[in-house]
Each structure stands twice: as C-alpha cells, then as structure tokens.
C-alpha cells in the first residue's frame, strides 16, 4: 500500500502563500490520481483539488484562481501552491492516493492569521 508524507504547513498572514507537499512511496505513483481535501474545526472534510494520473485537475470553487495542484511523477510528490490565502482556508490538509483504493496522509495544519 502506498505510504503518504506531507509538509509545508504553517502559520501565514492573510494574503499570503504556502506550497505543501505530499510524497509518495509506489512505484505506480503516476497511475495515481492524487489530491487534497481540508477539514477545519467543527466542519465535514471537504475537497480542494485533485489531479489525475494524465494530469487532469478538478477544485472546488472556493479555492479556484488562487491554488493550484501539479505532480512531479519523477518525484513521486504531488503539490498544492496555495496563494491569495484567507482566514477561512484554515484547516488540517490531508493528501490522498487514489487507485484500486484510497490511502490518506497523516494531514498538515495550515493556519491564515495575522
């Protein structure tokens, strides 16, 4: 099963920008369709964006014009650009591994404050 690393959270000002990743450990990384979903507190997880093995991308509508999801299949590592970042866009950011079945990552908190 394939194993998920995530980094690049943090704690950033309103405006601001992250870029999080997310390394995989399959050797079928690019057959993959990965992706990223946020929960904040009290609220249902939800989806932020998802790309393909062929690199087709999907986001949610709150977040589009502002993050972008690209994958590096050499690297086996898919990334969320955020940018333009709001208060509201706090939450844990959980990686996923799509395939024959789904495997998450361990999550990383992403905090917009000033």
């Known amino acids: 099963q394939v194993q998920l690393v995530e980094s690049g959270g943090g704690l950033v000002q309103p405006g601001g920008s992250l870029r999080l990743s997310c390394a995989a450990s399959s050797t079928f990384f690019s057959q993959y369709t990965m992706g990223w979903f946020r929960q904040a507190p009290g609220e249902p997880c939800d989806l932020v964006a998802t790309i393909t093995g062929g ?47 789904t495997t998450w990552g361990q999550g990383t908190q992403v905090t917009v404050s000033s």
């Open 55 to 101: 690199g087709s991308t999907n986001y949610a509508d709150s977040v589009k014009g502002r993050f972008t999801i690209s994958r590096d299949n050499a690297k086996k590592t898919v990334y969320l650009q955020m940018n333009s970042l709001k208060p509201e866009d706090t939450a844990v950011y959980y990686c996923y591994a799509a395939r024959f079945s």
